[in-house]
């Protein structure tokens, strides 16, 4: 065994040293690309009703879940439900979805979006170096930028995050931003190990309130 491989760790069975850092590359991008949804869905502009409408966003966060074994639950209730608003999309105009999104939008969020959308795309760039390292073989480097990325996310969004995504599920008045809060829940939750979604939102998630 390298000196390389011996930093690492043991690959998992069955698998080589080179499939198990591309594997960890991949990985990495995938969350990137869920930080990004999620910097998406805080920021809301017309890229944001983009992605809804189109699907990406879903498929963004889809590819991430993909990982994480009996976690994926955690997403898949809820990314049916963005499935479904794609498909209707064609019987509403960008403009009008934008029309719905915003009130709640700006009476949630708010004067946060800015500064929680800033965060959440830290945590994608930092995603996308730590993907750049482990495809280069610069495992210290891996290491290093995912301490980085949890830094991040413990300094600027676990102060805040819960809070506002409960927010959402329980006071927003269109039923995408209840679904999208729950999502960004379960962002935070598989990046942190905290379950979120229960602790915030109790063993109904929010789905039935009074």
């Known amino acids: 065994m390298s000196a390389r491989e011996e930093e690492a ?43 809804l409408r189109d699907g990406s966003l879903a498929a963004a966060w889809r590819a991430a879940s993909g990982w994480l074994g009996d976690d994926a639950e955690l997403f898949l209730a809820d990314l049916m439900s963005l499935d479904v608003y794609e498909r209707g999309a064609a019987r509403r105009t960008p403009e009008e979805d934008l029309a719905s999104l915003r009130p709640d939008h700006r009476g949630i969020v708010g004067d946060q979006a800015a500064a929680l959308a800033g965060a959440a795309r830290e945590v994608a760039r930092l995603c996308r170096a730590e993907a750049d390292a482990w495809a280069g073989g610069d495992l210290a480097g891996g290491k290093a ?23 959402l599920v329980r006071e927003a008045g269109v039923s995408l931003w209840r679904t999208l809060g729950r999502l960004l829940l379960a962002v935070l939750s598989v990046e942190t190990g905290t379950d979120y979604q229960r ?11 009074a």
């Open 9 to 51: 760790g043991p690959a998992p069975h069955g698998q080589t040293f080179g499939g198990y850092l591309a594997q960890m590359a991949q990985a990495a991008r995938d969350r990137a690309g869920s930080w990004d949804a999620a910097a998406d869905v805080l920021a809301l502009d017309e890229a944001t009703v983009a992605r």
């Open 145 to 167: 930028l995912r301490g980085e990325e949890r830094q991040v996310i413990d300094a600027r969004l676990v102060p805040v995050l819960p809070a506002l995504g409960g927010r």
């Open 199 to 209: 602790s915030v939102l109790g063993s109904d998630l929010g789905r039935h309130r």
